[in-house]
């Protein structure tokens, strides 16, 4: 009974202690807001179908399994035909364009060819058939570890949850009352924080396996030099005065101008040079809510460039037709966003446009004029690299943040905003120490 009590009392206390923080100012102007109490669902919890009836539960567990299944497979045929009619329209306007070439001719013959992301068609309909090809990707990889290695399915679906195409994919059932995009706005927060604790150690703490090599010292110093200083990197941007939004994104890439545009092109397009840190760190806010921690570097870092040529392609799309962003549907403006790490929950239409379309001047339309102008070759994947790193870390601060105990530390620290010390410009803090060249080369 007195423990009971004291669980009653702690937590009417820390009601008391939320309610007299959201209405009441912080010392430094800002309002520290807690989220609501979490509501459990007791029914999201249970099994559907035959309450507790254990023969119930199987007898209901089959039907929507059968159920989804079939409705899964005609969903997936239907899809295919609509991607099939989308294909069609495509071909058509390329024929269109081709037609005003000289017959024969090499312009003809490029202009003909098929891409995914050939116009003629509306964005939604792009985004459709990016989603189809992808279904039917995971489809013929079911399929052949089912003939070829049936053995592995049970683990493959362990390991890689959204193995499955969207029309297979099972329902999640959860107690408490998140939507999906906060939940991944929680996990791209927990992935920040967790990737600048990697930095900080691996910049102070050799690896076991350094350790062992005693023909390594020099190069495992040389690596922690480098991982320190793009940690204090890392640092200057969250102290820089008015360095987020927009404004920061302009300055990171402002720092990697001479890494990101050169006069030679770039051969290494596969970021095998980023950090460990930062490639886990990154995969994980890309494949969030669910990442598999036990995936080989390598592996995720295949992942990523995949990731980076998909929005590539659509930024392209996006440009070239000149899509009015204002017309997209709130569902695929937020997708779209959140391909690129674009803010969160609790954003208004006119947000997520703003941050859309201060991604494709800075990612397409800005790197077109330079090299235009300059003659320089763009690294693209390494300037989008920049830009998804930046956007998550400007997302997890972010005063509506799913993950509110980040959030309200990175609040916290306002008090020193009148603090001279605490005054630092953007560019005085980007210049101290050598650039990132020395960090991402070699």
């Known amino acids: 009974m007195a423990l009971s009590n004291m669980k009653y009392l702690a937590v009417s206390a820390l009601l008391l202690i939320s309610r007299h923080a959201s209405a009441t100012p912080s010392s430094s102007g800002l309002e520290v807001a807690l989220p609501p109490p979490v509501v459990m669902d007791p029914g999201a919890s249970t099994g559907g179908g035959g309450g507790g009836n254990p023969i119930g539960q199987l007898t209901g567990y089959v039907k929507d399994s059968f159920l989804r299944m079939k409705d899964g497979s005609v969903q997936l045929y239907s899809n295919h035909k609509r991607c099939n009619e989308?294909?069609?329209?495509?071909?058509?306007?390329?024929?269109?364009?081709?037609?005003?070439?000289?017959?024969?001719?090499?312009?003809?013959?490029?202009?003909?060819?098929?891409?995914?992301?050939?116009?003629?068609?509306?964005?939604?309909?792009?985004?459709?058939?990016?989603?189809?090809?992808?279904?039917?990707s995971k489809l013929a990889n079911i399929v052949f570890m089912m003939f070829f290695q049936p053995n592995f399915v049970p683990y493959a679906f362990m390991f890689f949850p959204d193995m499955l195409p969207s029309p297979f994919a099972m329902p999640?059932?959860?107690?408490?009352?998140?939507?999906?995009?906060?939940?991944?706005?929680?996990?791209?927060?927990?992935?920040?924080?967790?990737?600048?604790?990697d930095l900080e150690k691996s910049s102070r703490v050799?690896?076991?396996?350094?350790?062992?090599?005693?023909?390594?010292?020099?190069?495992?110093?040389?690596?922690?030099?480098?991982?320190?200083?793009?940690?204090?990197?890392?640092?200057?941007?969250?102290v820089a005065n008015d360095a987020n939004g927009t404004k920061g994104a302009e300055l990171v890439l402002k720092?990697?101008?001479?890494?990101?545009?050169?006069?030679?092109?770039?051969?290494?397009?596969?970021?095998?040079?980023?950090?460990?840190?930062?490639?886990?760190?990154?995969?994980?806010?890309?494949?969030?809510?669910?990442?598999?921690?036990l995936l080989p570097?390598?592996?995720?870092?295949?992942?990523?460039?995949?990731?980076?040529?998909?929005?590539?392609?659509?930024?392209?799309?996006?440009?070239?037709e000149n899509v009015d962003l204002?017309?997209?549907?709130?569902?695929?403006?937020?997708?779209?966003?959140?391909?690129?790490?674009?803010?969160?929950?609790?954003?208004?239409?006119?947000?997520?446009?703003?941050?859309?379309?201060?991604?494709?001047?800075?990612?397409?339309?800005?790197?077109?004029?330079?090299?235009?102008?300059?003659?320089?070759?763009c690294n693209a994947n390494l300037l989008r690299t920049a830009l998804l790193s930046y956007n998550a870390l400007d997302g997890a601060r972010d005063g509506r943040s799913a993950s509110y105990l980040p959030r309200l530390l990175f609040q916290g620290q306002s008090y020193s905003s009148n603090n001279e010390s605490a005054q630092i410009e953007g560019k005085d803090a980007f210049n101290t120490g050598r650039k990132w060249k020395k960090i991402i080369n070699k």
């Open 86 to 136: 989308i294909r069609t329209k495509q071909k058509d306007h390329l024929a269109a364009i081709a037609a005003t070439f000289p017959p024969n001719s090499p312009e003809q013959k490029a202009a003909s060819k098929y891409r995914n992301n050939a116009g003629g068609v509306s964005y939604e309909e792009y985004n459709f058939l990016v989603k189809g090809k992808d279904d039917r």
């Open 172 to 197: 999640k059932k959860q107690a408490m009352p998140f939507s999906k995009f906060e939940n991944i706005s929680r996990e791209r927060t927990h992935a920040v924080l967790q990737t600048m604790i």
């Open 206 to 238: 050799p690896s076991m396996l350094s350790n062992m090599n005693p023909f390594g010292k020099g190069k495992t110093r040389r690596s922690m030099e480098k991982l320190d200083l793009l940690g204090r990197q890392a640092g200057g941007l969250l």
């Open 255 to 293: 720092v990697l101008k001479d890494e990101i545009y050169t006069d030679v092109k770039p051969k290494n397009n596969n970021l095998g040079d980023l950090p460990k840190p930062l490639v886990k760190g990154l995969g994980r806010a890309l494949e969030a809510p669910s990442f598999n921690s």
């Open 297 to 320: 570097g390598f592996f995720v870092r295949g992942k990523i460039v995949n990731n980076l040529k998909q929005i590539e392609m659509a930024d392209e799309f996006l440009v070239k």
């Open 326 to 377: 204002n017309s997209l549907s709130s569902l695929l403006l937020e997708e779209t966003c959140s391909a690129r790490l674009i803010g969160g929950p609790g954003r208004s239409n006119n947000d997520m446009v703003e941050g859309l379309e201060a991604w494709l001047d800075l990612s397409v339309r800005q790197p077109k004029e330079i090299v235009k102008e300059s003659g320089k070759h």
